[in-house]
């Protein structure tokens, strides 16, 4: 699996950690789209740039990270084909991607603190979309998107 990772000054620290938990996975491999200083940068400049390797299948999922999660996430869920889930905890987390598909995972630099983002990112990178009543919903959420 293939995921992109990005974030603006308020995640830095963050992003950097995120990454070493994904070090942790041999099949995934990680693409880091910046920002890579503490100079202020937009997150909407940052969730187009994760986003943007998604829809184009340069990349499977992201995670895009921001000072509380939440510009960022909104800004993401504004691209035609992101499902991304600010999420707080493992169970967040755990059904943003069986119940939801979400394609990208995002969380707060100024919000969570290393140990629980490290338990996060670990169940969201390992758990599977159940499908089911579940797809006929995500299905729903894409008609809403292409206007149906």
């Known amino acids: ?8 000054q308020g995640a830095l620290e963050l992003k950097e950690h995120v990454k070493e938990v994904l ?3 041999k099949d995934i491999t990680v693409e880091d789209v910046g920002t890579y200083n503490t100079d ?11 986003c943007s390797k998604i829809t184009s299948g340069q990349a499977d999922r992201g995670i895009a990270l921001c000072g509380t999660g939440i510009g ?7 691209i035609k084909g992101i499902r991304a889930a600010l999420c707080h905890n493992v169970f967040t987390a755990r059904m ?3 119940h939801n598909n979400a394609n990208v995972l995002s969380m707060g630099g100024r919000d969570i603190s ?5 338990e996060i990112v670990r169940v ?6 159940l499908g089911g009543r579940h797809e006929r919903r995500v299905n729903k959420i894409t008609a809403l998107e292409n206007g149906q």
């Open 40 to 50: 202020s940068v937009d997150y909407p400049d940052i969730a187009e740039k994760v």
């Open 72 to 78: 960022i996430s909104i800004a993401c869920n504004k």
């Open 114 to 118: 290393f140990g629980p983002a490290s």
């Open 124 to 129: 969201w990178v390992t758990e599977k979309f």
């Open 1 to 8: 699996m293939k995921i992109v990772i990005g974030c603006d």
């Open 96 to 98: 943003s991607r069986q």
């Open 23 to 25: 070090s942790e996975f």
